[in-house]
Structures are given as structure tokens and as C-alpha cells.
């Protein structure tokens, strides 16, 4: 089994910067693309990141390029979102999610962390 835990979120005023942290643990043979998504109350859940395998390739929502930065460190696996200049409309639950097949499986699974709450106050 995997798991996938968040940390690093928290109350923050608007402008200023939180990094979060995603660390995916159990029966894990490889991680593909690793990314982070937000969910705002009433809202649906929106692609805030993503990482290819090797870090070598970022997407970002629109809403947050030149604030956002994704980073991820295999040796850990560990996938960081560094968030900079914050402004209250980023205040939402923050999710990671790995792309990543489990030992003795054969197929590509998604696995979700149980998000890390971000409040940015005005």
C-alpha cells in the first residue's frame, strides 16, 4: 500500500511565502509524474503543478507562474511546491498526487494525499 503525506501548510498574510511538502511511502517500485492540485470551498479541485519523473519538466496553472515553484527530490520521494508571494484567492486545501506503479503491480495507479490546508489573510 502507498501513502502519500502533506505538511507544511498553515496561516499565512497575503505576500508572503509557504513551502509544502509531499513524502510518498509503502510498496513503491517508481514514481512518474508527481503534481500538486487545490480545492477552495464550493470550488472543484484545480491543477496548481506538476513534475515529470526526472524534475526536469514543470507545468503550472496560469494563476500561479512566477509564484510557484515545483521541485521534487527522488532519493526521497518527495515532492515540494515552494509558494511565494501568496494572495488570499490561493487560500485552499492543497493535494499532492504521484503517478506511480506499486511493487508486484503492473499497471500505472494514482495515489492522493489527504491534503494540507493554506490560508493566505489579507
Known amino acids: 500500500q502507498v501513502q502519500l503525506v502533506e505538511s507544511g501548510g498553515g496561516l499565512v498574510q497575503a505576500g508572503g511565502s509557504l513551502r509544502l511538502s509531499c513524502s510518498a511511502s509503502g510498496s513503491i517500485d517508481s514514481i512518474n509524474t508527481m503534481g500538486w492540485y487545490r480545492q477552495a470551498p464550493g470550488k472543484q479541485r484545480e491543477l496548481v503543478a506538476t513534475?515529470?519523473?526526472?524534475?526536469?519538466?514543470?507545468n503550472y496553472a496560469e494563476f500561479v507562474k512566477g509564484r510557484f515553484t515545483i521541485s521534487r527530490d527522488n532519493a526521497k520521494n518527495t515532492v515540494y511546491l515552494q509558494m511565494n508571494s501568496l494572495k488570499p484567492e490561493d487560500t485552499a486545501v492543497y493535494y499532492c498526487n504521484a503517478h506511480l506503479i506499486s511493487i508486484g503491480s503492473w499497471g500505472l495507479e494514482i495515489s492522493w494525499g489527504q491534503g494540507t490546508q493554506v490560508t493566505v489573510s489579507s
Open positions: 513534475i515529470t519523473s526526472g524534475g526536469d519538466y514543470a
